[in-house]
């Protein structure tokens, strides 16, 4: 049978009436083995009297006008457990919340506190409690005890109620009794607590309600504002910044899964594996049936792979190899994806100091590149994700991560740099679904229009994509580039008006975007309408790049496209001078491309005739 250790419970008394609660409430709650501290200012004689009567606490006196500080130091000196709990009069723990704590210690042997989630408090611990029936109460705090070891790692615990291990308070040398009264004297601890390397946890499955009743600051938020704004003060004397700042946008190290599902990848898997280096502290390798050498290379970098019979989901084999990870966080790649060397550096130093609580990190997504090296369309992915938040893949084809929560848009660049040849592997799967009679999200519709698309199925294509349209959930940015693929479709199939009005169509949903009026200046050239492609091209000039980070972007509808189009257009209208103008534009993005420079020799030809 387990020996649960002895725990001391410090509990820093200044009212009666919230004293007698708070410790027939621990009674009732509390299974494990504790010893019960009690430390109250030696002019309180209603305490002394009550307390003398209680055998089962121990008694520590304090000066008069003694602090949280100096109080919890006080405590805690008396304290002879391993692990000591630090709380107030006002806390109103629920059942088993000793025990939750003590396994966040047993799990997690480099924590040096723990503090339990609350109503009505600041920071990663607050819960809100939306009613004080006792019932809902009970019923809110036995679901949160049924998500068991959910224990988050945090950069400040409060001190209304907080287990810290005697060994790390010591280290510390306690709470700083500079700190008069009330507040920041919690936040310097945990300050200091992580500049010593040492970790803190909020325990996500053990509430305890919060509710003052008496005293200064029951009623008074004016007074307690006053008092925050005093410690606030020498914190910053002491420290030189904001420490509640500094502590909500704390960066630390992180650990890192590489996770990866491969098939036949010989030819790109070592050199997607050597870009990583020095970033992934673990790898895993899903293979889905590879006849290959894919197995032999990934061997050289990881022990951790695995076999995974192919059903035609790829999110299927996605979720497998992410259940696979042990590290803090998850990156995923394919393996023709790679990071470039200028690429590989930001990560590295953004897995020294990642904020805190970061759900996800945003990354670029290179796709594909222009003559000069230049990218040409891109998009963001999430990429790099929280593994404790159990992120799950959607879709059997074109899977998405399905991500919540705080996500970081950082300044770094996963580089697609496919090998392999049209496939029509995906093509097949979604025709076979479709005999199936398998129900197609909207999503599936968009992409399985994109496949067609892809191998120039054209009616097929539009088909798909104006079933996709005609739904009413699609997302906003698939919607757009749905408009501008049918325009390609119906341009394709000889229906120029028509491939118009479909581009328009896409001004419907938001700001007219930069690939799309290119699409109207190309479709006005095709019927020979020079001034009206000049009017689209100019309009695509003029534009902005979108906020949504998330869309696709086509660089060159943002840049130098459009003003080498204008060059044309103009010098089929016989205003050369004009034309020679926009070709120069144009070379300012690509300065050595074959039809800048063809350009620029004809009209020089033209000047010296």
């Known amino acids: ?49 009550w307390l003398a009567q209680q055998k089962d606490v121990s ?64 920071g990663a611990q607050n819960y809100p409690l939306m009613t004080e029936n006792p019932k ?65 946890y909020a325990a996500e499955n053990c509430f305890v309600r919060y509710e003052r009743k008496f005293g200064e600051y029951a009623d008074n938020l004016s007074s307690y504002g006053q008092q925050l704004t005093r410690n606030r003060a020498i914190a910053f004397e002491k420290w030189g910044l904001d420490l509640s700042g500094e502590l909500s946008s704390w960066k630390k190290p992180i650990t890192i899964s590489l996770c990866m599902i491969v098939k036949n ?26 006849t290959d050498r894919t197995k032999e290379i990934a061997s050289r970098f990881t022990d ?58 945003s990354m670029h997504y290179n796709l594909s590149f222009d003559e000069a090296g230049n990218v040409s369309s891109s998009l963001r992915r999430n990429r790099l994700v929280k593994r404790s938040n159990g992120f799950r893949w959607i879709g059997f084809i074109h899977e998405y991560l399905q991500v919540y929560g705080k996500i970081e848009y950082a300044d770094i660049a996963v580089t697609h740099d496919r090998k392999h040849t049209q496939s029509s592997r995906n093509l097949h799967v979604y025709e076979q679904k479709e005999k ?39 997302w906003i940015e698939d919607r757009i580039n749905a408009c ?17 009005t ?30 009206g492609a000049i009017y689209w091209y100019k309009t695509a000039v003029s534009l902005s790049k979108p906020d949504n980070p998330q869309a696709l972007i086509q660089h060159a509808c943002w840049t130098w496209l459009p003003l080498i189009q204008l060059c044309v257009c103009y010098s089929r209208i016989g205003d050369n001078e004009t034309a020679n103008r926009y070709n120069e534009l144009a070379a300012a993005f690509i300065p050595s491309d074959s039809r800048i420079l063809h350009n620029r020799t004809y009209f020089q030809s033209l000047k010296q005739a």
């Open 304 to 361: 951790c792979i695995y076999d995974f019979i192919w059903i035609d989901d790829f999110s299927a084999a996605r979720n497998y190899a992410f259940a696979q990870a042990t590290q803090e966080y998850i990156l995923w790649l394919d393996a023709d994806d790679v990071l470039l060397e200028q690429d590989a550096v930001k990560l590295r130093a953004l897995k020294q100091a990642l904020v805190w609580d970061t759900d996800a990190v």
């Open 436 to 474: 199936e009679n398998l129900h197609f999200s909207t999503r599936d519709l968009y992409y399985y229009a994109n496949e067609l698309f892809d191998h120039e199925l054209w009616e097929r294509s539009l088909h798909k994509y104006e079933e996709f349209l005609n739904r009413a959930d699609g």
């Open 484 to 500: 501008g693929r049918a325009g390609d479709c119906l341009e394709k199939l000889g229906r120029i008006f028509e491939a118009k």
């Open 265 to 290: 990848e010989e030819n790109t898997l070592e050199r997607c594996l050597s870009s990583v280096q020095g970033i992934a502290d673990e790898i895993v390798i899903v293979d889905t049936g590879s």
């Open 136 to 200: 809902v109460v009970h019923y809110y705090t036995s679901s949160l005890s049924m998500t068991k070891g959910r224990f988050k790692r945090v950069p400040r615990l409060l001190s209304h109620l907080i287990m810290i291990r005697k060994e790390a308070f010591d280290r510390l040398g306690g709470f700083d009794e500079r700190f008069e009264k009330e507040t920041y004297e919690d936040d310097d601890l945990c300050y200091r607590a992580l500049q010593e390397g040492l970790e803190l």
């Open 59 to 122: 008694i520590v006196h304090s000066k008069k006008g003694a602090g949280v500080a100096a109080a919890y130091n006080l405590g805690a000196a008396a304290a002879v457990s391993s692990h000591i709990v630090l709380m107030r009069e006002y806390m109103y723990v629920s059942e088993g919340w000793l025990s939750k704590l003590n396994e966040c210690f047993e799990q997690h042997k480099q924590a040096a506190m723990v503090g339990p989630v609350s109503n009505s408090v600041s």
């Open 1 to 49: 049978m387990e020996i649960v250790p002895m725990t001391d419970i410090v509990l820093f008394a200044q009212h009666i009436e919230a004293l007698q609660e708070c410790i027939v409430n621990i009674r009732l709650s509390t299974q494990d083995p504790y010893r019960l501290i009690v430390v109250f200012e030696e002019s309180s004689p209603l305490i002394e009297q």
């Open 502 to 531: 479909k581009a328009l169509q896409s001004f419907a949903y938001t700001l007219p975007r930069a690939e799309n009026c290119c699409r109207l200046g190309y479709y006005h050239m095709m019927e020979n309408d020079y001034p």
